[in-house]
């Protein structure tokens, strides 16, 4: 009689792979992170940055209409829903960071942030503002709410740079992050961004830990504010909490894909940098850098030269007009 070997069952494939992680967890360590502090969870945060939204913007992001007779029930709702969710997320970040009495200190960090609110939404009123201002294209303000990306990743910026601030791990930048994957727009929340901020378009855009952004800046898509290099220790491990990141001045325009880098890299008030501009140095206020050729030229603004629409693909060219 002839017996034919039998194929594996799906389930003896799956039972070999599962032997397999096993002893990878036990040998390759590393990346577990098994009976450790409880980590706070990636869904909450998406649902928490979501709830904010909504708090920010009421009558924006709503199945239904929202009238004004309902704005008081509905924001008990989302602001209970959102404390208790904060509150709980905070304490497993304090925990993960050994912070003693991370209850106590949770509930604390959760209503000092949300009584920031009111003053969260008037500086985010401003970044809309911008837009609307900046942008030829847009023809209400509710399509800027609605559907311009600059408006969910400077408003959970500007909410993940308190919690920055009150040195709460994890949980800042899982914030910033939900925002990077929706829009293609990475803001560290460590940035410090100053009123009326306006990104064109928002896709490519990096803006690092210890860059500061002055009042009524616009960039366009594929802007980077990043470091040139980072420091070592001894052991060759970079060095945490250093300047690296530039600094813009109040009333700069930075075109598409332009990088400035350096934390000793300033960019003086009411300057232009063209498209594909690599910088490195600091310029003066009401400067102009742009390419000629393969030169990078930076040169005093002229009397009464003004900017002129690019909303297209980047140049070589300067774009602006006397």
């Not at 930076?298 to 690019?310: D, G, T």
């Amino acid at each position: 009689m002839l017996f034919t070997a039998r194929r594996p069952t799906n389930a003896m494939q799956l039972d070999a792979i599962k032997h397999a992680l096993l002893e990878s967890y036990r040998n390759d360590g590393g990346i577990n992170h098994l009976d450790g502090i409880n980590l706070p969870a990636q869904e909450s945060i998406n649902q928490l940055a979501v709830d904010c939204m909504h708090l920010l913007f009421p009558g924006f992001f709503e199945d239904r209409g929202l009238k004004e007779r309902d704005l008081p029930a509905h924001v008990d709702r989302l602001l209970a829903r959102i404390d208790r969710r904060m509150a709980a997320e905070i304490q497993k970040c304090l925990r993960f960071a050994h912070t003693p009495k991370p209850t106590e200190r949770a509930r604390e960090l959760t209503t000092t942030v949300l009584a920031q609110f009111p003053q969260l939404r008037k500086l985010i009123k401003t970044d809309v503002d911008a837009a609307y201002q900046g942008d030829p294209a847009a023809r209400s303000v509710e399509e800027i709410i609605l559907a311009y990306p600059c408006v969910l990743v400077i408003s959970l910026q500007r909410l993940a740079h308190l919690l920055y601030h009150l040195h709460i791990p994890l949980l800042p930048r899982m914030l910033t992050e939900y925002a990077h994957e929706r829009t293609g727009c990475d803001i560290h929340p460590g940035a410090q961004l100053g009123p009326h901020f306006f990104i064109d378009h928002g896709t490519g855009v990096v803006i690092g830990e210890t860059a500061t952004v002055g009042a009524h800046v616009k960039l366009y898509q594929g802007v980077t504010l990043g470091a040139k290099s980072f420091e070592v220790d001894d052991e060759g491990r970079p060095v945490k909490g250093v300047k690296r990141h530039p600094d813009i001045g109040d009333h700069v325009t930075i075109y598409a894909h332009a990088t400035i880098l350096g934390g000793d890299t300033h960019v003086g008030a009411h300057s232009i940098i063209g498209s594909n501009v690599w910088l490195m140095k600091s310029i003066p206020d009401q400067s102009v850098a742009y390419f000629k050729g393969d030169n990078l030229v930076v040169r005093s603004r002229r009397k009464k030269e003004v900017l002129i629409e690019n909303r297209g693909a980047p140049t070589h060219h300067h774009d602006w007009e006397i």
